[in-house]
């Protein structure tokens, strides 16, 4: 009776081993099946123009890198509505003459599904009035005001500006200001006259206002000047209190050798530099850095660290040397990353690739992202600000390892993800 019932137990332990196993193989056959349809499927083609050369072409190439692992992690995992994704992009040189050419290729030849923007306010201009024209959703990497005259009701920006774009890039640099004792009196403003620079100083006119200061030299120059200690020096003959500098990555490095050289010390200075945030300008200025107060994106300090933001370092970082890009990649790889997860929600959640149903979701949800979440408010902008202003401090040498120091690259502004108080004036806090 006993051996019976032993057989009997032997059995169902069989039996049910086997079940498991096999259902086991059940599910890795439909996980297998799954993925090879994904494959096996026509892509979903998103397209964009890219500074891969010319002088936005650092950043421009770091971005990409970061957009190719959200095309690898998504393909990795199944694809997109059972269809893989594919980024379709063409080199727009830096140069805003090619973008309108690049994206109407991508649109009527290569067939695109969905289109995003390259890097930078003078790139992303021009490809939001194609976008307009042909009734497409369109992300805009990095850019400043850039749908403030036309309300574009299927843009989305990324970039940290919040409602007000124009002023946030330098709010941060008024507010540090504002706050010492005793207060600034009078403001210099310079900018390239280009799109971002002119974007720029007229928020920092507004924020000058606002905080009581008086502007004592207000000037725009040709982004092509190499050198800029005529400038410099007609700046200085003001003596301003605060320099608000409004330059892409040449005039960035431009402007503090020539005040470097000049001698120029007023008492703060920075505010809306472009290319601070790339290594390797950070690596060419090394000490000439000291003491500037310049605006920042995202870092990782411990008050930003978001979910997936350190796994995606790690990929990217690991990349990087061969990418020939930024090996550290703490500014615009992220966001590029980030860029892509808000149409991965999107498109996730609607079930569509369909511009104006994710146009309708984006309008209407908080997307979570590597960079945060973010919660999209009047002509796409960031419904809140989230501009940073960095004090770099501390740097001795161009060694890339001063740059991993976080004691270095001190957020000042906005409080709550302050990491350290401002040392001013700039004489103090260059030495």
Known sequence: ?????????NCLARTSCRGRWFGAALALAAAALVTESACAAEPIKIGLGMALSGQLAANGKAAL??????EEDVNGSGGLLGRPVKLVYYDDQSNPANVPGIYTKLLDIDKVDLIVS?????MIAPALVVAIQRSKLFLGLF????????HYPRYFSMNVNGPDAKSAVTAGLFEVAAAQNPKPQTVAIIAADAEFGRNAAEGARTNAKAAGLTIVYDRTYPPATTDLSPIVHAIAATNPDVLVICTYPVGTVGMLRAINEVGFTPKLLGGAMVGLQSTAIKTQLGPLLNGVVNYDSWLPTKTMQFAGATEFLAKYQARAGAEGVDPLGYNIPPFGYADLQVLEQAIRATNSIDDTALAHYLHGNVVKTIVGDIQFGADGEWAQSRMLQVQYRGI????????????????????????GDVIYPYADAKK
């Open 1 to 9: 009776m006993f051996e019976k019932d032993r057989k009997v137990r």
């Open 118 to 122: 390259g890097y930078a306010t003078n």
């Open 65 to 70: 890198v970061g957009m190719k692992v959200w």
């Open 396 to 419: 001795a040498s161009s060694d890339i390892s001063q740059f991993k120091d976080m004691n270095k690259q001190v957020i000042v502004t906005p409080a709550r993800y302050k990491t």
């Open 143 to 150: 850019g400043t005001a850039v749908n403030a005259e036309f």
